[in-house]
């Protein structure tokens, strides 16, 4: 018989990740200590492969600026 992989059953993500808000890494942690060794990367892959919404992905990085002032030629990186 096959091995249970918990990370593989949406459920058991969905209760886990989004229920009790554990991170990615603590879910990696409790699955090895549990006797099936996993990385965190395999559980941010099942999350995208099950359609479970990441938690924290709301930065902004395209809104930065690089100089002084915000606008256009206002001693900014491009002016």
Known sequence: MAQYRPWQDKSYLYGKY???RM???A????CTEN?????PMTI???LIKHSIPIRGGNRKLGQRTV???RG???GGFYS
Request: charged share 25%.
């Open 18 to 20: 989004i229920t009790k």
């Open 23 to 25: 991170t990615i890494d």
């Open 27 to 30: 879910i990696a942690a409790e």
């Open 35 to 39: 006797g099936t060794p996993v990385t």
């Open 44 to 46: 941010y892959n099942n």
């Open 67 to 69: 100089g002084k002032k």
């Open 72 to 74: 256009r030629g206002s």
